[in-house]
């Protein structure tokens, strides 16, 4: 390998270094991002269970006359 292709592969070398790092942290903050995501989507699910289940009290039962004239 003559030194001049030896100088490009270390520079492409060194690029691909530099680039790779960048690359990690972002995937570190997406996956930090997407967990936390995953909890909000858990927790809101959870919010309109409740919240469903507390409209279904207002509802009268079945054959009931309650609110009628």
């Known amino acids: ?5 030896q ?3 270390r520079a492409v070398v060194g690029e691909l270094a530099n680039a790779l790092q960048g ?3 972002l995937a570190t ?5 997407s967990q936390a995501t995953v909890d909000d989507a858990i927790a809101l699910e959870a919010a309109v ?7 279904k009290r207002l509802q009268p039962r079945a054959g009931s006359t309650r609110g009628q004239r």
Do not use: D, F, K
Not at 1 to 5: D, G, L
């Open 29 to 33: 903050l997406l996956r930090h991002n």
């Open 7 to 9: 100088r490009e592969l």
């Open 1 to 5: 390998m003559t030194p001049a292709r």
């Open 23 to 25: 690359v990690a942290g």
């Open 49 to 55: 269970g409740r919240a469903v289940s507390a409209l």
